[in-house]
T-cell receptor, first 115, second 110 residues
């Protein structure tokens, strides 16, 4: 049973560039959430996708956008990269039918460094 | 909003018991979660509390008091592999996201 997989694991970009991160949820899961984790901090919620639509969004600028595909996989896009966007980007999947009691299953993350 | 506070660091001895506290301020929530995160790895789910009281799962237990906005994670018979960050998180009522504290970095020493 494959868990949550993310790619790439590491990448380096320069300011102003754009990046796309990818996530495949745990088998059977239909909901994908994206989090940003700065060094020494807890994960911060970016947004959540369900049924190919953004269901909820955290306090992140419009430079952060996403997409969910019919197979439930998801992408996170960040435009006009800033130095402060350097972080570990975590994808988490869950099952909508579990409602609010369902735990999140996290991938290993994509570590983005912006120079 | 939700302010979630946890100690930044803790140190304990192998074989001992350690309690990691978490306090939060929220007008309502759908549950409190604890996650473990080893350095460079993904957070993994440890426990979930929605009602007051203690939930026990092997060496790990989690307690919740909703009236006090307080939870703790209790780790017994500490092992070296328990050295990790422990994240407290709440799921606000009416929201699908999960709000995390900054985490408590636990170091287990021989």
């Amino acid at each position: 049973d494959a868990g949550v997989t993310q790619s790439p694991t590491h990448l380096i970009k320069t300011r102003g560039q754009q990046v796309t991160l990818r996530c495949s949820p745990k088998s059977g899961h239909d909901t994908v959430s994206w989090y940003q984790q700065a060094l020494g901090q807890g994960p911060q919620f970016i947004f959540q996708y369900y049924e190919e639509e953004e269901r909820q969004r955290g306090n992140f600028p419009d430079r952060f956008s996403g997409h969910q595909f019919p197979n439930y996989s998801s992408e996170l896009n960040v435009n006009a990269l800033l130095l402060g966007d350097s972080a570990l980007y975590l994808c988490a999947s869950s099952l909508a039918s579990r409602g609010f009691t369902g735990e999140l299953f996290f991938g290993e993350g994509s570590r983005l460094t912006v120079l | 909003g939700q302010n979630i506070d946890q100690p930044t660091e803790m140190t304990a001895t192998e074989g001992a018991i350690v309690q990691i506290n978490c306090t939060y301020q929220t007008s309502g929530f759908n549950g409190l979660f604890w996650y473990q995160q080893h350095a460079g790895e993904a957070p993994t789910f440890l426990s979930y509390n929605v009602l007051d009281g203690l939930e026990e799962k092997g060496r790990f237990s989690s307690f919740l008091s909703r009236s006090k906005g307080y939870s703790y994670l209790l780790l017994k018979e500490l092992q070296m592999k328990d050295s990790a960050s422990y994240l407290c998180a709440v799921r606000p009522r009416g929201n699908n996201d999960m709000r995390f504290g900054a985490g408590t970095r636990l170091t287990v020493k021989p």
